[in-house]
T-cell receptor, first 109, second 114 residues
Framework: GQNIDQPTEMTATEGAIVQINCTYQ??????LFWYQQHAGEAPTFLSY??LDGLEEKGRFSSFLSRSKGYSYLLLKELQMKDSASYLC??????????WGAGTKLIIKP | GAVVSQHPSRVICKSGTSVKIECRSL??????MFWYRQFPKQSLMLMAT?????????EQGVEKDKFLINHASLTLSTLTVTSAHPEDSSFYIC??????????FGQGTRLTVV
């Protein structure tokens, strides 16, 4: 079956750095997405990786290793507003998005 | 600004009535849109794939007659929850993809059936 694994919850301190990992096992691979979702709101797009390596976007970076079926989202200079759930999703061979359960990130002052 | 608009954002309806939710892609054409359901503290659950001009593809376990999907144009898909019951209360979210690398979500609709 297809599977996306990410930690259920993480806690970090304001101003610090946090890395959220995602491992996947899917039938085919056509890209990996990271989304941010605040409670009660729809997800918002953060990043897309299809080739191995690091993609940097301001305070957020996303890394992909296709051979390891692994990605991480790196958040720097954490702010209180970064408290949210972070969803990892992979497009399989049918270009269907397979979703992880999300990682709830709690930022403490 | 939003590239996918979903309406309404909140709706409360009586048990047994039907509710229609609209999803529009604002500045691009979407031949395919997706409808998700999300329960509190859980991930997105794909309900169906809406295909413009043809029948929707439903995921296993999703009742086609209860969740009617219409994708009449390249910018509009609708989800109608028919004969709603309290167990249908949930957060419904649509998404549309622009190319292969961008997927945008609507704002979501919180449905409460009383």
């Amino acid at each position: 079956g297809q599977n996306i694994d990410q930690p259920t919850e993480m806690t970090a301190t304001e101003g610090a750095i946090v890395q959220i990992n995602c491992t996947y096992q899917t039938s085919g691979f056509n890209g990996l997405f990271w989304y941010q979702q605040h409670a009660g709101e729809a997800p918002t797009f953060l990043s897309y990786n299809v080739l191995d390596g690091l993609e940097e976007k301001g305070r957020f970076s996303s890394f992909l290793s296709r051979s390891k079926g692994y990605s991480y989202l790196l958040l720097k200079e954490l702010q209180m507003k970064d408290s949210a759930s972070y969803l990892c999703a992979v497009k399989d061979s049918n270009y269907q998005l397979i979703w992880g359960a999300g990682t709830k990130l709690i930022i403490k002052p | 600004g939003a590239v996918v608009s979903q309406h309404p954002s909140r709706v409360i309806c009586k048990s047994g009535t039907s509710v229609k939710i609209e999803c529009r892609s604002l500045d691009f054409q979407a031949t395919t849109m997706f409808w998700y359901r999300q329960f509190p503290k859980q991930s997105l659950m794909l309900m169906a794939t809406s295909n413009e001009g043809s029948k929707a593809t439903y995921e296993q376990g999703v009742e086609k007659d209860k969740f009617l999907i219409n994708h009449a144009s390249l910018t509009l898909s609708t989800l109608t929850v028919t004969s709603a019951h309290p167990e249908d209360s949930s957060f419904y979210i649509c998404s549309a993809e622009r190319g292969d690398t961008e997927a945008f979500f609507g704002q979501g609709t919180r449905l409460t059936v009383v």
